[in-house]
């Protein structure tokens, strides 16, 4: 089954939500192996960009995507940063054997000490662990 990235009603008009249909689409595009990663991944993951102003809401539900603007429904997880510290997340160095982050990477180490120092905030990572990871691994453009 080919990967289906949608924008919902009214997302076109918030740019993070267009950029971010676009990352994944250009990714699955360069790397056919994400197709996979993709496939496996059911839930609903909230990007909260508060410099902005702006939420998406990231639905997926076997191999497609919905791009929501705003919070919908109840996410899994929820990520409140600034939008440069949300879209890093493309950036973090992946290990190659398990494609989790490499905490040696820079821009992982940056990710981290967000969490730490509290402008980062992430809710719900315990119980939806295997859908961030994969969420991390979608939108990386290293690996």
């Known amino acids: 089954m080919e990967p289906c990235i ?3 009603p009214g ?3 918030q740019p993070m939500a267009g950029m971010l249909a ?3 689409r250009a990714n699955l595009d360069e790397r056919p192996a994400k ?3 993709l496939a496996r ?3 609903r ?3 909260v960009f508060e410099d902005l102003g702006q939420a998406v809401t990231l639905r997926f539900e076997r ?3 919905t791009v929501d603007a705003g919070i919908v429904g109840i996410p899994d997880v929820t990520l409140r940063a600034e939008s440069e510290l949300v879209l890093a997340l493309s950036r973090m160095e992946l290990e190659p054997r398990s494609g989790l982050p490499d905490p040696r990477g820079e821009v992982t180490r940056q990710v981290l ?3 730490r120092e509290g402008s980062r905030e992430v809710h719900g990572l315990l119980p939806s662990l295997p859908l961030v990871a994969r969420l991390t691994r979608l939108l990386s453009v290293t690996a």
């Open 41 to 43: 991944m059911r839930g």
């Open 22 to 24: 676009q990352l994944i």
């Open 6 to 8: 949608v924008l919902a």
């Open 113 to 115: 000490d967000a969490t």
């Open 35 to 37: 197709k996979a990663t």
């Open 63 to 65: 191999g497609r995507v």
């Open 11 to 13: 997302a076109a008009e």
């Open 45 to 47: 993951v909230a990007l």
